[in-house]
């Protein structure tokens, strides 16, 4: 995506673009794709905008989900933001903490929207295990 992209989509969801937002906007499409949390987008941007508040971030980053730019998830306590719009799910990695997106059949979304009563709204996929970095180091070398 573009910083365009960002602004645009704020501006239609009625937010004012500020200082404090286009660095959050530079730090998010920056990191595209990628997964990040709001501490990461905090001390990144208090480097620019010295004044920035934690809570101002997280505010900012809730804007730009609801304006339908950037997806969470949780994860071990944490909330993390992704610029991933793709059906999929997230791996974690229980040694080295990386995320990866895995991609995930969409047939599971059909099979529970034809369920009587049910309507999915948000899926949110978070797989935990050991990557293959991770599991290749603990590999004994022959």
């Known amino acids: 995506m573009s910083k365009e992209y960002y602004v ?3 501006r239609e969801s009625k937010f004012k673009i500020t200082p404090q937002r286009l660095q959050v906007i530079k730090y ?6 990628g997964h990040f949390t709001a501490e990461d987008v905090y001390l990144s941007v ?3 905008e010295p004044t920035v508040t934690l809570a101002t971030i ?3 980053l809730k804007a730009m989900k609801d304006a339908g730019t950037i997806n969470s998830f949780e994860a071990n306590g944490t909330t993390w933001f992704e610029t991933n719009h793709e059906f999929h799910g997230n791996f974690i990695c229980r040694n080295c903490g990386e995320i ?8 599971l979304l059909n099979d529970l929207n034809s369920m009587e009563g049910f309507s999915v709204e948000d ?3 978070v797989i935990s295990g050991t990557c ?3 599991s290749k180091a603990k590999t004994p070398q022959l």
């Open 8 to 10: 645009n989509a704020l």
């Open 28 to 33: 998010v499409n920056g990191k595209t794709p």
């Open 46 to 48: 208090k480097k620019i």
């Open 58 to 60: 997280y505010n900012i």
């Open 100 to 107: 990866v997106d895995v991609p995930v059949n969409r047939n």
């Open 123 to 125: 899926v949110s996929l």
């Open 132 to 134: 293959e970095k991770c």
